[in-house]
């Protein structure tokens, strides 16, 4: 097993956010030592030129950011790609509890925000087969399994990476984010998306950093 893991992150991103990401990314390096390449990338413009969080313009670019690093860094001896935003909280264990979830399917933890009242997220990302959202307080999705299977992820997720090898891209569609794309794909070949509610990171809460967020 040797684990590619993609972390884009924006050359705008808060000074403290990003001192962040390099000790998470340092801290997965000392665990995962030679079964794991990362690369952090600042290609593409950031979100300063963008007014709108959720636009497709947005998103294109988002999804031209994150193909155009797999096209570049992903290689034949990799198996899994983990796709990481630069400002989730996560440690290594993270990693290896979504490999234990599974190492055949799209796996994401639950992505909470930092802070006491663990409301989720990324609502926007994360969405069931009928559409539906993730609410914001649990229960965070219908019924009352701990993993459960979705339509889409977002902010941080592990991927077979045979799946990009069959076809799967990155790319913008009407509502979604980029990530969508790849999920979709990962369903026709009848690949799951499951989200493992037991392993949760944690999101910052942009807004105490001068971000913006959806």
């Known amino acids: 097993?040797?684990?590619?893991?993609?972390?884009?992150?924006?050359?705008?991103?808060?000074?403290?956010?990003?001192?962040?990401?390099?000790?998470?990314?340092?801290?997965?390096?000392?665990?995962?030592?030679?079964?794991?390449?990362?690369?952090?990338?600042?290609?593409?413009?950031?979100?300063?030129?963008?007014?709108?969080?959720?636009?497709?313009?947005?998103?294109?670019?988002?999804?031209?950011?994150?193909?155009?690093?797999?096209?570049?860094?992903l290689r034949p001896e990799h198996t899994h790609v983990l796709m990481v935003d630069a400002d989730v909280e996560y440690t290594p264990k993270t990693v290896t509890d979504l490999l234990r979830t599974s190492k055949v399917d799209i796996v994401a933890p639950a992505i909470l925000a930092v802070g006491g009242d663990d409301w989720w997220y990324d609502t926007w990302g994360f969405f069931d087969e009928n559409g539906k959202h993730a609410n914001k307080q649990s229960p965070y999705f219908d019924g009352n399994k701990r993993v459960v299977e979705l339509s889409s992820v977002g902010t941080m997720y592990l991927v077979p990476a045979d799946l990009f090898r069959m076809g799967a891209m990155y790319r913008e569609t009407d509502g979604n984010t980029e990530h969508y794309s790849v999920c979709a794909f990962a369903k026709s070949k009848g690949i799951k998306t499951l989200c493992n509610l037991d392993v949760v990171v944690r999101h910052p809460r942009l807004d105490d950093y001068g971000e913006r967020r959806e």
């Open 1 to 73: 097993m040797k684990i590619l893991a993609i972390v884009p992150i924006k050359k705008n991103l808060n000074s403290k956010l990003k001192l962040r990401c390099f000790e998470n990314v340092l801290k997965l390096q000392t665990y995962f030592q030679n079964t794991i390449d990362i690369y952090l990338d600042d290609r593409g413009p950031g979100d300063s030129m963008f007014m709108d969080f959720c636009s497709r313009e947005r998103i294109k670019v988002l999804a031209c950011v994150r193909q155009s690093m797999i096209n570049d860094y």
